[in-house]
């Protein structure tokens, strides 16, 4: 089963920057796509960044703000984040689409995973 646990939430003054990080683990195969989403205050879940085949996309809210990056030795990905703003509050959860080995004769299945969250507060 592949596992994702992020860090480096916490509180934070307006301006400020935090940066979380999402390591996955277990028997993973390939990683087609990794990136973070948060859920704010009566919000839906929206895709704050991610990293497909390379390439990095980012709401267009933190456009500027957020920088992206994976180590694809670790298969760690991380979200710096700057300028912190108090409507970035919320709680950011790691996603990836991720082809895991699911049977001792070396069967992979691709599927959606998602980390526990981990919240992020920036006060005005």
């Known amino acids: 089963q592949v596992q994702l646990v992020e860090s480096g939430g916490g509180s934070v003054q307006a301006g400020g920057s935090l940066r979380l990080s999402c390591a996955a683990s277990?028997?993973?195969?390939?990683?087609?796509?990794m990136g973070w989403y948060r859920q704010t205050p009566g919000n839906q879940r929206e895709r704050v960044a991610e990293?497909?085949?390379?390439?990095?996309t980012y709401l267009d809210s933190v456009k500027g703000r957020f920088t992206v990056s994976m180590d694809n030795y670790r298969n760690t990905l991380h979200l710096q984040m700057t300028s912190l703003k108090a409507e970035d509050t919320g709680v950011y959860y790691c996603?990836?689409?991720?082809?895991?080995?699911?049977?001792?004769?070396?069967?992979?299945?691709?599927?959606?995973?998602w980390g526990e969250g981990t919240r992020v507060t920036v006060s005005s």
């Open positions: 990293i497909t085949d390379g390439r990095t």
């Open positions: 277990g028997p993973i195969f390939s990683i087609d796509e």
């Open positions: 996603h990836t689409y991720a082809v895991a080995v699911v049977t001792s004769l070396g069967d992979r299945e691709g599927r959606d995973y």
